[in-house]
């Protein structure tokens, strides 16, 4: 199984959510993903050590025998993000005996600037 490639825009101080569903290389059938742990992280660049995490992406499983991910981020986390093009990737690792681990999904994680910020009562003149 070779990790999909998609890109991830998200802009500062807006929520942001995204769906993964894991399939085999049919393109069709649902990996199942018991026995599995999800994890992700979003990097400046891929040489960056562990200690230079932009942000946890905190994947979960919400449907392992579907194998259905979710990735769910607030305004809050999205708002303290630098502007910048990063990368992130998604895997999958062994809940048992090994410490095997598969890339699920990978790309570039472009940070925009927000534009409307503030409260609702800074717009209401």
Do not use: C
């Amino acid at each position: 199984m070779a990790a999909e490639i998609v890109n991830l825009d998200v802009v500062q101080g807006s929520t942001f959510g995204i769906r993964i569903d894991v399939l085999d290389d049919d393109g069709v059938t649902p990996v199942n993903l018991n026995g599995w742990a999800i994890r992700g992280v979003v990097k400046n660049k891929y040489s960056d050590l562990d200690s230079n995490i932009l942000i946890n992406l905190n994947p979960s499983i919400t449907d392992a025998v579907n194998g259905i991910i979710q990735i769910n981020l607030s305004p809050e986390q999205t708002a303290v993000l630098p502007i910048t093009e990063a990368v992130y990737d998604v895997e999958k690792y062994s809940l048992v005996g090994s410490s095997h681990a598969v890339k699920l999904i990978k790309g570039k994680f472009r940070i925009y600037p927000e534009v409307t910020s503030g409260t609702n009562t800074d717009y209401n003149t």
